[in-house]
């Protein structure tokens, strides 16, 4: 018995020893997030989030309790444009939106154009904000629009979102629609855009990209690129994910690639699942039509029956720290580093609910014998350094 209680305060004492030092490195590491899409989820149906929010992923007070330093907010808008005016209207409006949000939040926040601009907030003490457009049609195949979003802030740009553009092509459309498309990766144009973004100081983002894509940039690119929100291939199959030898690639080049949290990238169990699930959605809808009389009743309770279904599939914390041991195992600890997509995707890995959920990332990495140096890397050292390489 004696032993027995000798052994429990032991454990205790060690887990207690393993959440300082979590603790103590994570919170003097810079965490660098480089995909964040509460503009578009939150921020344009009016939330506050210089508030505790009660719904959705982030705001500045939660951010602050899982130390973060860096976030690329995410510009988005999908294959239609919500305003009359087209894409590049609705992303000036995510940027006003941004703006907005620093004026107003000064004394914790800064808008970064530079890389000094980076470090002066992060010396500050404020978060740092960038912004990332994820999706080239949103400078709708004019040259003087990306111009014009790199004048507001654009750091990075993702070339495709899951549709392609008339200069490049998508993963979805490379993997679902081939036979369809009149191209495959980047025209003379699309090659023209990656030159100006280079000479601009604007990160080349390759996650959403089809493969053709990706290796077509790769060849044009003369500055470290950026996957802002990838997992890996090999560990769950999916369109959206890397593989190896786009891993490679990378680590060639010398880019990053940023691990999105979405369970459906993660773990291969939730991912088969969801599929499953979709396939079937039409007839769970028609089902509910008989209940409910309204779409937007039968949508929600659609997604929400889906859910519950979905839960018990959802991955853990180490699968998820399986997709960033994967690439050091394969090329090294300078090519990874964090893109949660919170607050962009319905379903997270087990104990990651929201972002004061950082530091478990630190834990899991310390318990697997990571040493500080390589931790530094991957929560945001990587991702400044690519930064640096970019902008001006």
């Known amino acids: 018995m004696r032993k027995t209680l000798i052994s429990l305060l032991f454990i205790c004492f060690s887990l207690s020893l393993l959440s300082q030092a979590a603790n103590d490195i994570h919170f003097r590491s810079v965490l660098v997030d480089t995909h964040n899409d509460i503009l578009s989820s939150s921020v344009l149906d009016g939330l506050d989030i210089s508030k505790r929010l009660t719904t959705g992923h982030s705001d500045l007070i939660r951010w602050k309790e899982g130390g973060l330093d ?19 209207k609705d992303a000036n409006q995510e940027i006003d939106s941004l703006d907005s949000i620093v004026k107003r939040n000064s004394d914790k926040m800064i808008l970064a154009k530079t890389y000094r601009d980076v470090m002066r907030g992060i010396k500050e003490k404020k978060l740092v904000a960038l912004i990332g457009v994820e999706g080239g049609h949103m400078i709708e195949s004019d040259m003087n629009k990306l111009d014009a979003l790199y004048n507001r802030g654009m750091r990075y740009m993702t070339l495709t979102w899951n549709n392609s553009t008339d200069w490049s092509t998508s993963a979805r459309d490379e993997t679902q629609k081939s036979d369809k498309l009149g191209h495959k990766g980047l025209t003379d144009f699309g090659r023209q855009i990656v030159k100006r973004m280079n000479e601009l100081g604007i990160l080349v983002d390759l996650s959403h990209t089809g493969e053709q894509t990706f290796y077509d940039a790769l060849a044009v690119t003369g500055k470290p690129v950026l996957l802002s929100h990838s997992s890996v291939y090999n560990i769950c199959p999916v369109f959206r994910n890397v593989k190896d030898e786009q891993i490679k690639a990378v680590a060639k080049n010398g880019g990053v690639i940023c691990i999105n949290f979405n369970a459906g990238f993660v773990g291969k169990e939730f991912s088969e699942m969801e599929m499953t699930l979709e396939k079937n959605s039409k007839q769970m809808e028609d089902s509910l039509k008989a209940i409910y009389n309204d779409s937007v009743t039968v949508h929600r309770k659609s997604e929400e029956a889906i859910a519950a279904k979905l839960n018990p599939y959802r991955p853990g914390l180490a699968q998820l720290i399986d997709h960033i041991d994967y690439i050091i195992k394969m090329v090294g600890d300078d090519y990874v580093g964090i893109g949660s997509d919170f607050d962009g995707v319905t379903s997270l890995p087990m104990q990651m609910d929201d972002v004061t959920c950082y530091p478990l990332i630190t834990k899991e990495l310390i318990k697997r014998g990571y040493t500080k140096k390589s931790i530094r890397k991957i929560l945001g050292g990587n991702v400044l350094r690519v930064m640096k390489a970019n902008l001006k």
């Open 70 to 88: 860096v976030q690329f907010f995410s510009v988005w808008t999908g294959e239609i444009a919500r305003n009359k005016e087209g894409f590049y």
